[in-house]
Nanobody, 116 residues
Framework: QVQLVESGGSLVQPGGSLRLSCAASGISFNTYAMSWYRQVPGKQRDLVASITSTQITSYRESVKGRFTIFRNDRSNTVYLQMKGLKPEDTGVYYC??????????WGQGTQVTVSS
């Protein structure tokens, strides 16, 4: 059974920092690309950051220089370090694991709220 369990979401003031974690089980973690998506009510889920199985990273333009995605293949965990948070970063953050169109999994999401 595949499980992706996110944690680390919280209420934080503008300019603050958070680190999200996603612990995976039931998959060969080191063969999957891992991503973080963000969704706000009434809108589609948007890709925020990705990291391939070979450590190649990519970011949404609005978070470049502020967010860092990294992975630990020993602990089957992917992280999203977020700094300089802005109100527009608010949303539910979902972890995604993908190896092919038939092998894609989602976590349950963790809420990040940036507000004073």
């Amino acid at each position: 059974q595949v499980q992706l369990v996110e944690s680390g979401g919280s209420l934080v003031q503008p300019g603050g920092s958070l680190r999200l974690s996603c612990a995976a089980s039931g998959i060969s973690f080191n063969t999957y690309a891992m991503s973080w998506y963000r969704q706000v009510p009434g809108k589609q889920r948007d890709l925020v950051a990705s990291i391939t199985s070979t450590q190649i990273t990519s970011y949404r333009e609005s978070v470049k220089g502020r967010f860092t995605i990294f992975r630990n293949d020993r602990s089957n965990t992917v992280y999203l370090q977020m700094k300089g948070l802005k109100p527009e970063d608010t949303g539910v953050y979902y972890c995604n694991a993908r190896r092919s169109s038939d092998e894609e999994y989602w976590g349950q999401g963790t809420q990040v709220t940036v507000s004073s």
